[in-house]
């Protein structure tokens, strides 16, 4: 066994690797169990490990995946192969949750469609502790990550396994909240998001299967006046907004990304 580059020659490798010199500095400072302020002093400190999981980095397997943790909205959330890498744009759609979610009074009743490793639950139930917070996914691996986030971060959620509304039959709730799989089956990105399940990222054809399907079955499951709110594609907004309303959904409304692009929509269920 190889005793591993130094810090410094681990950085150094990294920028010939083309690596951001931030995502560097995270990978080395997490093998070495260390914070990235101390790699500056300790640039002699052999780290073992390091040169094959720069390459592997640089090769395009997620930071997330080699760290094994994702930062989102304020968590910090394990992550593995059977789970989507929490994004941030995801964020807005938690911010938005959390504005209606404020105005409502008592234990309002959250669910989470497709929660992968608990990201959206989780920071909902995080920033709005009376919410009653239920959360949904058809994978099992990736609901086992969910289930151990919130245990480890001491957020009770309600974890259910399944397809979209089917665990909760009878169920209302006074907000639906989801990110679903909605990259069209042909995205030239895809290949490049190969080490993420790809029953996260797309339904197929055109990605608006499961934001149909959860358009159409929500307004059985919210309460007068409840909300859905979907992350979508930032060209799929105006499909989305015209099955919000053929469904008859109020309210349609959109949010962007932090680049101004539409990325999330929903509307308010009329009983
Ligand atoms: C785009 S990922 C979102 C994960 C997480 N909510 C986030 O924002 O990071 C979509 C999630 O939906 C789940 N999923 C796909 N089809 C589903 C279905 N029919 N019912 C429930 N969950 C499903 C996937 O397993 C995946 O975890």
């Not at 591993?4 to 950085?11: H, M, N, S």
């Not at 089917?166 to 989801?178: H, I, N, Q, T």
């Not at 190969?194 to 499951?221: F, M, S, V, W």
Request: with cysteine; hydrophobic share 45%.
């Amino acid at each position: 066994m190889t005793a591993g580059l130094t810090v410094d020659e681990a950085l150094a490798l990294a920028r010939q690797l083309g690596i951001e010199r931030g995502d560097a500095q995270t990978l080395v400072a997490h093998l070495t169990g260390q914070s990235r302020a101390w790699l500056i002093t300790h640039g002699d400190t052999r780290v073992p490990g390091v040169e094959v999981a720069l390459r592997r980095l640089a090769d395009g397997e997620p930071l997330a995946h080699l760290t094994g943790w994702q930062p989102f909205h304020g968590l910090l959330l394990q992550v593995t192969a059977a789970t989507l890498i929490p994004r941030p744009d995801t964020e807005a759609l938690v911010d938005w949750a959390l504005e209606l979610l404020a105005a409502l009074p008592d234990e309002p009743a959250v669910v989470d469609l497709g929660t992968g490793s608990g990201a959206i639950a989780l920071a909902i139930k995080a920033a709005c502790p009376r919410a009653r917070v239920t959360a949904v996914d058809l994978s099992v691996e990736a609901l086992a990550v969910a289930r151990a986030n919130g245990e480890r971060l001491g957020l009770p959620v309600d974890w259910h396994h399944g397809s979209w509304f089917k665990p909760l039959a009878g169920r209302r709730f006074d907000l639906v909240v989801s990110n679903p799989p909605y990259i069209a089956g042909d995205d030239p990105h895809l290949p490049a998001l190969r080490h993420e399940p790809i029953t996260a990222l797309t339904p197929g054809g055109d990605g608006l299967a499961d934001l149909k399907a959860l358009i159409d079955a929500a307004p059985q499951h919210l309460l007068p006046d409840g909300w859905l709110l979907l992350e979508h594609g930032w060209d799929q907004a105006d499909a989305v907004a015209q099955h919000l309303a053929q469904r008859g959904f109020a309210e349609a409304s959109l949010r962007r990304d932090l680049a101004g692009r539409a990325r999330a929509s929903g509307g308010r269920w009329q009983d």
